[in-house]
């Protein structure tokens, strides 16, 4: 079955790097694209940016900018993000999803989740 | 970019009971719109694409309508294993955007 296995719960502290993974099957990863999602405690759904499988063309939302980097293993069907230079506020759980055929921007299935603490 | 608003934040219904949630964009983005459901500790999961495409193995109780920027979701029958929080997502155009949520609960 298509399967988003990611990789496990984090602890940073303020200023450091976190590289969450993605470890795609069941499908060819090449030919959807995947997304990276955040929620913030008790918050609602926030959508990071979106990197091509196939060429691994990126867009990251402005917030983000200069400070995620997006990328793909396809020899391992593996996706990552790299979030750099922590906050506090960037303590959420990070989910990666597969997005639909082409242009579909919508999401089936997510991983289940990252936990990334941020704290001193 | 479009911006998702989503009503209400909360409802409380009685199983059996309809309850309908509303998402509108902030501008026409035709029938670009996904409906996700959240349980709690759990990974959203796809509902409704395209406005009202039900997902397979979704139970038919859930449909979604509308076009342009307004959009509802609706579940016909409430039933316990509804109770989560539901989220609207446009997938009209970059940067993408989830509503704000809706949390349902059994009265």
């Known amino acids: 079955q298509v399967q988003l296995v990611q990789s496990g719960a984090e602890v940073k502290k303020p200023g450091a790097s976190v590289k969450v993974s993605c470890k795609a099957s069941g499908y060819t990863f090449t030919s959807y694209g995947i997304s990276w999602v955040r929620q913030a405690p008790g918050q609602g759904l926030e959508w990071m940016g979106w990197i091509s499988t196939y060429n691994g063309d990126t867009y990251y939302v402005q917030k983000f900018q200069g400070r995620v980097t997006m990328t793909t293993d396809t020899s391992t069907s593996t996706a990552y993000m790299e979030l750099r230079s922590l906050g506090s506020d960037d303590t959420a759980v990070y989910y990666c999803?597969?997005?639909?055929?082409?242009?579909?921007?919508?999401?089936?299935?997510w991983g289940q989740g990252t936990l990334v603490t941020v704290s001193s | 970019d479009i911006q998702m608003t989503q009503s209400p934040s909360s409802v409380s219904a009685s199983v059996g009971d309809r309850v309908t949630i509303t998402c509108r964009a902030s501008q026409g983005m035709s029938y670009w719109l996904a409906w996700y459901q959240q349980k709690p500790g759990k990974a959203p999961k796809l509902l409704i694409y395209a406005a009202s495409s039900l997902q397979s193995g979704v139970p038919s109780r859930f449909s979604g309508s509308g076009s342009g920027t307004d959009f509802t979701l609706t579940i016909s029958s409430l039933q316990p294993e509804d109770v989560a929080t539901y989220y609207c997502q446009q997938a009209h155009s970059f940067p993408l955007a989830f509503g704000g949520g809706t949390k349902v609960e059994i009265k």
């Open positions: 999803a597969k997005a639909g055929y082409g242009k579909l921007y919508w999401f089936d299935p």
